[in-house]
């Protein structure tokens, strides 16, 4: 069992940077891929991108390639989200999430956390 609990979201303007983190319980989250995930008002869920057990390999969707970078600190059981250059769309919750294997899907997923908000005024 893994329990997950995101914080860092907030109100930014564009072009402001956010990091999101994700502290997770148990002694086996570096055994997980994890995932950052995130939903916009009346939108589905979308990938944004996931990170292998060790953090050697690393996925990002197309929309956030170049301004995200996702790592982890195994030893701290805490998964980031660095945001840089954010965008009015990249309004949404942002959910991480733990699974088995990693890559750039939302699905596929056994744990989630509860979302944390973030917003970027235009």
């Known amino acids: 069992q893994v329990q997950l609990v995101e914080s860092g979201g907030g109100l930014v303007q564009a072009g402001g940077s956010l990091r999101l983190s994700c502290a997770a319980s148990?002694?086996?989250?570096?055994?997980?891929?994890m995932g950052w995930i995130r939903q916009a008002p009346g939108k589905e869920r979308e990938f944004v991108a996931a990170i292998s057990w060790s953090g050697g390999n690393t996925y990002y969707a197309d929309s956030v390639k170049g301004r995200f970078t996702i790592s982890r600190d195994n030893a701290k059981n805490t998964v980031y989200l660095q945001m840089n250059s954010l965008k009015a769309e990249d309004t949404a919750v942002y959910y991480c999430?733990?699974?088995?294997?990693?890559?750039?899907?939302?699905?596929?997923?056994?744990?989630w956390g509860q979302g944390t908000q973030v917003t970027v005024s235009s």
């Open positions: 999430a733990a699974g088995l294997v990693a890559g750039n899907s939302h699905t596929g997923y056994n744990y």
């Open positions: 148990g002694r086996t989250f570096s055994s997980y891929a």
